[in-house]
């Protein structure tokens, strides 16, 4: 059952919609990507943020059924829903696929997580580009104040707690978790890889390796001082470096 909520934006602007779910407040983000509502909603990038999707019609073919390899998702980017919000222009509410195992707003509404629609994404995406990131909410009942996600540590709350391991390949990476997809995990272990998946804020330099993986991640890099600081020590030695999006 729906109910109409409005989305307000920090600069001024209050557009009403029809939703369901609670309120929530971030930073208003855009995505352009055509399909894959899944693995945008399961990216811990997107963590803390209210996420608009510029393809007009989200939700026809639903949400498939979990599937797992080497303990993770062959589907999603992680292992729930990471972002605040989710404000479409169009939400389908029938939806059709061969593989569906539910629809978008049953799977938003296990979580929790607001879904905004009857929103000219257009318009608001064209505010997001000239002006960058903006801070909003999406109010139901409840009014909830403007929450600025990027001063929280973010990386602290979606890396892992402790070590995990994947892979007996011959070449032995370090992953250091600080929001990575499942993608590049997969990516990794078809390549022959040893993957050694550490939380953020583990000092990798007390192991042994090839190479050493930054992972993508969400907030403010300069959130990441262990990071930062065990990297320093890396960069000393004499072993390759990659660094993603965050990482970099």
Same mark, same amino acid.
């Given at each position: 059952?729906?109910?109409?909520v409005k989305l307000i934006v920090?600069?001024?602007?209050?557009?009403?919609?029809?939703?369901?779910g609670a309120s929530a407040a971030g930073e208003v983000v855009f995505s352009t990507a055509m399909t894959g509502y899944p693995e945008d909603l399961t990216d811990p990038s997107f963590a803390g943020q209210i996420l608009v999707l510029t393809t007009?019609?989200?939700?026809?073919?639903?949400?498939?059924?979990?599937?797992?390899?080497?303990?993770?998702s062959t589907i999603f980017e992680s292992d729930k829903i990471h972002i605040t919000g989710l404000i479409v222009n169009?939400?389908?509410?029938?939806?059709?696929?061969?593989?569906?195992?539910?629809?978008?707003?049953?799977?938003?509404?296990?979580?929790?997580?607001?879904? *905004?629609?009857? @929103? $000219?994404t257009r318009m608001l995406t064209k505010k997001l580009r000239e002006k960058g990131a903006m801070l909003g909410k999406i109010v139901a009942e409840d009014d909830v104040p403007f929450h600025d996600p990027n001063l929280d540590n973010l990386v602290a709350q979606v890396s892992p707690a402790g070590i995990r391991h994947y892979g007996s390949g011959q070449?032995? *990476?370090?992953? @250091? $978790?600080?929001?990575?997809k499942t993608n590049i995990i997969r990516c990794f272990l078809e390549r022959d890889v040893e993957l050694i998946r550490v939380p953020w804020d583990y000092d990798f330099t007390t192991l042994a390796y090839d190479g050493l993986f930054l992972s993508n991640g969400p907030g403010d890099p300069k959130m990441c001082e262990a990071t930062i600081r065990h990297l320093q020590k890396a960069l000393a030695q004499d072993k390759p470096i990659f660094g993603i999006c965050l990482g970099s």
């Open positions: 059952m729906t109910q109409t920090k600069d001024g602007i209050s557009i009403s919609g029809e939703s369901f007009p019609m989200v939700g026809n073919y639903g949400m498939r059924g979990e599937a797992l390899y080497e303990s993770i169009y939400y389908s509410e029938e939806h059709s696929h061969w593989n569906a195992a539910k629809s978008l707003g049953d799977w938003l509404k296990e979580y929790n997580i607001p879904g *905004i629609c009857g @929103v $000219d070449h032995k *990476i370090v992953l @250091v $978790d600080c929001g990575t």
